[in-house]
């Protein structure tokens, strides 16, 4: 029994960790099955955190903070489609400005709003009268059941108590795997992002459907942040993002630029990340395994699996190449 409480543990855990994955794993598909590589993920998923936090705190809803961050992802989407859709520059490049500009400018806005070092104020402070924190959602009975045997773990611990971007996050998965395979706009999307040309000479603008693409990305990566900010730690962080743009990029190419492959890679990330957080302090024989290694560990061996064991992933054929009409 205890360990199957602890796998459910592990799970609980690991859907936690891979929501903004998810989120921003999806962000980029949208992107990138246009044409467009959107290494900029890091910054929209921090900018988007920033932006939530702030907004949550002064207005004191987290709900207008879910509106401001992803008002701002969209923004900073759409900044990088003026740099490489309308002006042709290289994609790698504004992605990376846009990652350096995000962390910067967080961290001097933060420090300069709420002077506590980048930081902003606690979601949650009671003193002040502040909750703006989005509360998880518990469903109907599941206290009345948290100790029945395998149900009790698998309702009231696993299932319920999430918050609501949790739920949205899997709910995005299908739905984004309708709009794409299942829609005339998902398979104009993917005409673009494999043959641009044909796509333009059947009248259909290239560049309009690379900036809807953008938007979507920008939605879904505000998501991500603002789940990082206004739901898990209430409070934003310089840099808080550690990486998980980067990471959902990882997974999106793992899962070869498909909806379920995506969220495969990103819960087996979860799994990772969850079992080195239950692994502090572990010991082999009378020797301590360093704190930094069982940190590092989900990282490295993503690394190894997605090197290991990826296949080959064939990418849209025009992504990371600017569109120009063979007038011009």
């Not at 918050?163 to 709910?171: E, K």
């Not at 709009?179 to 992002?193: D, N």
């Amino acid at each position: 029994m205890d360990l199957f409480n602890n796998i459910i543990l592990i799970l609980d855990a690991t859907l936690r960790v891979s929501t903004p994955l998810i989120f921003a794993a999806l962000a980029g598909m949208f992107s990138e099955r246009s044409g467009v590589v959107n290494i900029a993920l890091e910054g929209k998923i921090l900018a988007s955190a920033f932006a939530g936090a702030a907004a949550a705190y002064i207005t004191n809803s987290p709900w207008m903070g879910l509106l401001a961050g992803v008002f701002v992802s969209v923004m900073f989407a759409m900044l990088h489609g003026f740099a490489t859709v309308t002006h042709r520059g290289d994609q790698v490049v504004s992605g990376m400005a846009i990652n350096i500009l995000a962390a910067g400018l967080t961290a001097s806005l933060g420090n300069f709003w709420f002077h506590q070092g980048g930081n902003t104020p606690n979601l949650v402070d009671s003193l002040n009268g502040i909750d703006a924190r989005f509360e998880p959602i518990v469903f109907p009975f599941a206290k009345a059941l948290e100790d029945v045997p395998v149900i009790g773990g698998l309702y009231s611990e696993l299932l319920s108590g999430h918050f609501l971007l949790v739920y949205l996050a899997l709910l995005a998965v299908p739905a984004s795997w309708f709009l794409l395979f299942r829609t005339r706009f998902g398979l104009r999307l993917r005409a673009v992002g494999e043959n641009p040309t044909a796509v333009d000479t059947a009248g259909i603008s290239v560049v309009r459907m690379r900036y809807m693409a953008l938007i979507i990305c920008g939605v879904l990566a505000g998501l991500a942040g603002v789940y990082l900010s206004v739901a898990v730690t209430a409070q934003f962080l310089p840099n808080m993002s550690a990486g998980k743009g980067y990471m959902a990029l990882a997974a999106l190419i793992f899962g070869k630029w498909r909806p379920r492959g995506a969220l495969l890679a990103c819960l087996m990330f979860g799994v990772l990340q969850a079992i080195a957080d239950r692994s502090q302090g572990a010991m082999i024989g009378a020797f301590e395994i360093p704190v930094q290694f069982i940190e590092a560990l989900p990282y490295i061996l993503t690394v190894v699996l997605l090197g290991g064991f990826i296949g080959t992933a064939v990418a849209p054929k025009a992504v990371g190449k600017p569109y120009v009409k063979e007038r011009e």
